[in-house]
């Protein structure tokens, strides 16, 4: 296996809400253009673990490096400023704009033409949105949101995203496509976080997965591993 | 029109509806009264709804922020035109020239003193993750120490805008409209649609109700939050600023508690139009007045702001979400 | 010497009355987190209630325009100087009765609107009052009113209110205590800590913050008859808002939002504040000082103390 770089990096991360500790002294390593997806029982702390990278709960304990730069100080917008996408699992467009206005939020602070450029890109590949573009984001469907979320996300151009169950409430067909849509990513450079249910699904789309049991990393290493290991088969990917 | 259809779901509103339309057709010169004063009303809303809306908080020193523009910019025109009293006032309006300087500093001066109140203040209880009734609650020391302060400085009697008495123009039905109220309307319009303009076809504007749906996911979306908040402390400062000097303007006096006795009429306009909704609120303005202005043809006037009151009181058993909201009940 | 004393007893009577309205607001607000900025309805009720019932009937000497006055003075059926408890109960209970309707309408929706509400009421009341002359004088005011208990001569009158004062905030302090550490006071507490827990354990919430706000607003009416008859004179203006709503929150900030010991602490500290900056030098006596002053210490405290200078227990 060649030597990736790093591109994000989460030392001993412990976090939670108030008084209550969801997870306690994570680490875990996403390697240039690679997927890494999370998986694990419900309330194990894959979201929180996201949030806590993204800033949005501040972490108790640990530090956050992008290729290598300690970014633990660095707030919510400023880490999506510098490259660190990500798309939250529920709540994840603004329902009170149209379409294009999500996208147009999603390149809020890029100048015109870098917006126009990203805007095409991102519409390229979700042709689907073009006619949408005017339409209030409330009325899309479950598939077309979280084609929005991403979109939303992408227009960015970030180094890395997180993806919080992106085929959440989706019909079998459109978590193909939103998994292909994932391999593309990849293929563009990206490092794709992944945190899904779909665990096998997913698994078969990565190159590493970890999984979190009670708000610990029990597991990490390649996916196929993962995927061929009888154990790990029953305990956390249902046989 | 999809409005007019929610409007009239509710049979009593469209009683009442009725009601209104019934009263101004026999004093038709209060409704006309009542559509001035409401604009300004409206005007007022406006910037107290945006606040509501976004920040999620009623703030009780809106009132205050703008009586105290009233004062900043007496006391900006007669620092600087201590002679205005002589000067000429525009046209058929009882105002100097002067007046038309002072009010741009004056808007300008007490937006940025909202924001420096966010900073000094509202901030801090933001990060605290301070309830919104504790927030409304500090707001409302905030309204009781402005007050304080502009009674220590200005005293506790009234004043005025340096003014000229004009004639009230004679239009047929009774109708007499003083020329300042009518001005003062038109600016109240203007503005409320420049804002309208504002909110929803500018990036800022959007960048607002981004950060209002979903403040967590406006800065995962790169969006600044706190700079957005500022803009709207701003923005809602000026608009308070500009309401409470045209209000003393039209009613040609300024008092230390002008802006806090309309806050209930106000929180009712706000709430009337749907919390948050500029439009909402400019129409919830419009209604109070015109509701205010036609009891006044038959009972006590002394009784307005007590009308207001029933109209909040009503507005809230049957829609709390506002004559333009949804009929559901909200938690 | 003893105009000192007489003063200073003066400033106990008040401070002990403030307390119960203090300890009224700590259970609306300290409690249940209940937003009433309309303390001065209640106050208002409260004293206008006991104040009505008893005054003399209107005589054609004085030019009254009232039509009525209780004359519960005049009523010996229960005893010479027993009608003062039952002002008490009958003003705290109008002022339970104005409340009820009012927390049922605004409770449901959120919590700021019974701000508004609380505040369009007392301004409302006080419209009312100042138009109708038939039921209070109207501006003119009430003014014969009698004193409770009025056993020694004119001059000492104040140590036997304050004596009453006294008695009365202690009562009014026990029951306040007693329910707040009743398991009624403690879903109370529940629900200003945490009310979606309190939802979905199945409590009736609306019924507790009615219950609360009610209680509160009680209270609150015994604070206005005990004012009433301490001042003898009362009229619409009493009761605007800076002295019958404002002052007040600052006491609860002050002494300690949620527990009751602090509300008393709070009351007494904040009016020593208001009564003896009065004899202040030059311009630090001015009474909008005084505005600015509460004004700081509601944002001061909401700041760093919410929870008051007197930690809850």
């Avoid at chain 1, 779909?198 to 196929?224: C, M, Q, R, T």
């Avoid at chain 2, 929803?200 to 957005?228: H, Q, V, Y």
């Avoid at chain 3, 009453?164 to 800590?193: C, F, Q």
């Avoid at chain 3, 602490?265 to 208001?274: K, Q, T, V, Y």
Wanted: hydrophobic share 50%; charged share 15%; aromatic share 12%.
């Amino acid at each position: 296996m060649t030597k990736h770089t790093t591109a994000l990096k989460a030392k001993n991360i412990s976090a939670g809400y108030g008084e209550q500790i969801i997870i306690r002294n994570i680490s875990l390593d996403l390697y240039e253009s690679t997927i890494t997806t999370i998986i694990g029982p419900n309330g194990c702390g894959k979201s929180t673990f996201l949030k806590s990278i993204s800033g949005i709960i501040n972490p108790i304990e640990g530090d956050i490096e992008i290729y290598g730069n300690n970014v633990s100080d660095l707030n919510t917008f400023e880490l999506s400023q510098i490259g660190l996408g990500y798309v939250p699992q529920a709540e994840n467009i603004f329902p009170s704009l149209s379409v294009e206005d999500n996208l147009k939020m999603g390149g809020y602070i890029l100048k015109i033409d870098q917006y126009k450029k990203n805007l095409d890109y991102v519409l390229e590949m979700f042709p689907d949105l073009k006619d949408k573009l005017p339409d209030s984001s409330s009325n899309l469907s479950g598939g077309q949101r979280q084609m929005l979320a991403l979109s939303r996300a992408l227009m960015l151009d970030p180094k890395i995203i997180m993806l919080d169950e992106p085929t959440a409430g989706l019909s079998p067909i459109i978590v193909d496509e939103v998994l292909e849509n994932i391999t593309f990513l990849k293929k563009s450079n990206l490092s794709v976080l992944l945190v899904e249910q779909n665990a096998k699904k997913a698994l078969s789309i990565s190159d590493y997965g970890a999984v979190f049991s009670f708000g610990k990393k029990v597991i990490e290493d390649d996916a196929s591993k993962i995927l061929s290991d009888k154990e790990i088969s029953k305990l956390y990917l249902g046989g | 029109m999809k409005y007019i259809d929610l409007i009239f779901e509710n049979k009593t509103i469209v009683v009442l509806f009725w009601i209104i339309l019934i009263l101004s057709l026999l004093k038709p010169w209060l409704f006309v009264n009542g559509v001035l004063i409401g604009s300004l009303y409206a005007l007022g809303s406006i910037g107290l709804s945006l606040i509501y809306g976004n920040l999620k908080f009623a703030n009780m020193a809106h009132g205050d922020f703008m009586t105290l523009s009233a004062y900043v910019a007496l006391a900006l025109l007669l620092f600087f035109f201590p002679n205005s009293e002589q000067s000429a006032s525009v046209g058929p309006f009882t105002f100097k020239y002067e007046l038309l300087i002072v009010i741009p500093f004056t808007v300008v001066l007490i937006g940025l003193l909202a924001v420096l109140f966010d900073k000094l203040i509202f901030k801090k209880l933001r990060d605290l993750g301070a309830a919104p009734a504790a927030i409304a609650l500090t707001s409302l020391g905030l309204a009781i120490g402005l007050r304080g302060m502009i009674q220590f400085i200005w005293g506790t009697d009234s004043t005025s805008f340096p003014r000229e008495s004009k004639l009230f123009w004679d239009l047929p039905f009774k109708i007499k409209i003083p020329p300042d109220m009518f001005f003062c309307s038109i600016v109240a319009f203007v503005i409320a649609v420049v804002f309208y303009f504002v909110l929803f076809k500018t990036k800022l504007g959007k960048a607002i109700r981004a950060t209002s749906d979903n403040p967590d996911l406006a800065r995962i979306t790169g969006i600044n939050t706190e700079k957005i908040i500022l803009y709207i402390w701003f923005i809602g400062g000026m608009l308070a600023a500009t309401s409470g000097i045209l209000i003393s303007v039209q009613q040609a006096i300024i008092t230390p508690v002008m802006g806090w006795k309309i806050l209930i009429p106000l929180f009712a306009a706000v709430i009337v139009g749907g919390i948050g909704n500029p439009i909402g609120a400019l129409m919830g303005g419009l209604l109070i007045g015109i509701t205010g202005e036609l009891a006044t043809g038959w009972i006590n006037p002394s009784y307005k702001p007590a009308v207001y009151f029933l109209v909040l009181l009503i507005v809230l058993l049957l829609r709390p979400n506002g004559i333009l909201g949804r009929k559901e009940r909200q938690f | 010497m003893e105009s000192i004393l007489y003063f200073l007893i003066g400033f106990f009577i008040m401070s002990g009355i403030y307390s119960v309205f203090s300890v009224g607001l700590n259970i609306q607000w300290g409690h249940t987190g209940l937003f009433n900025i309309g303390i001065a309805s209640f106050f208002l009720l409260g004293s206008y209630t006991a104040a009505i019932i008893s005054s003399p009937s209107p005589s054609l000497e004085k030019y009254e325009e009232y039509l009525w006055g209780g004359n519960l003075s005049q009523l010996t059926l229960i005893g010479i100087d027993f009608w003062f408890p039952l002002i008490l109960i009958i003003s705290a209970l109008i002022c339970v009765i104005v409340a009820i309707p009012l927390a049922l309408i605004t409770i449901r929706l959120k919590e700021d609107y019974l701000a508004l509400v609380t505040l369009g009421l007392a301004e409302t009341l006080r419209i009312i009052f100042v138009n109708e002359s038939w039921l209070a004088n109207g501006t003119r005011g009430l003014y014969s009113i009698p004193r409770p208990f009025d056993l020694i001569d004119r001059g000492n009158y104040d140590y036997i209110y304050f004596v009453l004062v006294m008695i009365t905030l202690g009562i009014v302090y026990l029951i306040a205590e007693r329910a707040t550490n009743s398991p009624w006071g403690r879903v109370l507490r529940g629900i200003k800590d945490n009310e979606n827990t309190m939802i979905s354990s199945g409590k009736n919430v609306l019924r507790f913050k009615v219950e609360a706000f009610a209680f509160g607003a009680g209270i609150m009416g015994i604070g206005g008859a005990l004012f009433t008859h301490g001042k003898r004179f009362i009229d619409p203006i009493t009761f605007e808002p800076m002295l019958a709503t404002f002052i007040i929150w600052s006491m609860l900030m002050v002494g300690g939002s949620g527990n009751n010991r602090g509300a008393v602490f709070g009351a007494f500290l904040m009016w020593g504040i208001w009564t003896f900056t009065q004899f202040l030098p030059g311009f630090l006596s001015d009474a909008n000082l005084r505005f600015v002053f509460v004004g700081l210490i509601i944002i001061l405290f909401q700041l760093y103390k919410p929870n008051g200078v007197i930690p809850a227990k």
